[in-house]
T-cell receptor
Framework: GNSVTQMEGPVTLSEEAFLTINCTYTATGYPSLFWYVQYPGEGLQLLLKATKADDKGSNKGFEATYRKETTSFHLEKGSVQVSDSAVYFCALSGETSGTYKYIFGTGTRLKVLA | EAQVTQNPRYLITVTGKKLTVTCSQNMNHEYMSWYRQDPGLGLRQIYYSMNVEVTDKGDVPEGYKVSRKEKRNFPLILESPSPNQTSLYFC????????????FGAGSRLTVL
């Protein structure tokens, strides 16, 4: 079945450092890919998405490119801020056994130090 | 404001005492879903609904029930809660399943003693 694997955290960075959070997936067909972010005490909210191969999603300085050849959707940001401290979830939405399902990774906690 | 509203936000209960966590959305979304979040396990889907009167099991449905009698509401029912159902629960909705973005509620933290 479909699955998502993302790097384990926590990830601790200094402010202005470069961020990469790895995400790979297994899916049949052509899933849509998402990154969601969860700030402390809140629900998840969409950070960015890509719906087909080679699409690049971007938002708030974060980027991720849908790579079908490597089945990856790595999240990157050139210069992190303290306010980026949160848990990041990679997710896919795809058809499984005739119905669409969302599958989430286990989440990666990011802590940015001033 | 477009939103998903869950209640209660926090609840402490005892084993075997039936409880319901309500979920309501005001966006006319067809798709609704419940997840539980546990440390190290990420989000796991409990039940989902593609539309009114259509519900299906997710990955961890045991011990839970749902209903979808109206488009806007999707309550989660724990008939006889047990301590292993202590968790953080999220309701989410989207226009339809597929490429649509999920909108999440703020979460309901449940403790079963």
């Amino acid at each position: 079945g479909n699955s998502v694997t993302q790097m384990e955290g926590p990830v601790t960075l200094s402010e202005e450092a470069f961020l990469t959070i790895n995400c790979t997936y297994t899916a049949t067909g052509y899933p849509s890919l998402f990154w969601y972010v969860q700030y402390p005490g809140e629900g998840l909210q969409l950070l960015l998405k890509a719906t087909k191969a080679d699409d690049k999603g971007s938002n708030k300085g974060f980027e991720a490119t849908y790579r079908k050849e490597t089945t990856s959707f790595h999240l990157e940001k050139g210069s992190v801020q303290v306010s980026d401290s949160a848990v990041y979830f990679c997710a896919l939405s795809g058809e499984t056994s005739g119905t669409y399902k969302y599958i989430f990774g286990t989440g990666t906690r990011l802590k940015v130090l001033a | 404001e477009a939103q998903v509203t869950q209640n209660p936000r926090y609840l402490i209960t005892v084993t075997g005492k039936k409880l319901t966590v309500t979920c309501s959305q005001n966006m006319n979304h067809e798709y609704m879903s419940w997840y539980r979040q546990d440390p190290g396990l990420g989000l796991r889907q409990i039940y989902y609904s593609m539309n009114v009167e259509v519900t299906d099991k997710g990955d961890v449905p045991e011990g839970y029930k749902v209903s979808r009698k109206e488009k806007r509401n999707f309550p989660l029912i724990l008939e006889s809660p047990s301590p292993n159902q202590t968790s953080l629960y999220f309701c989410a909705s989207s226009l339809r399943a597929g490429a649509n973005v999920l909108t999440f509620g703020a979460g309901s933290r449940l403790t079963v003693l």
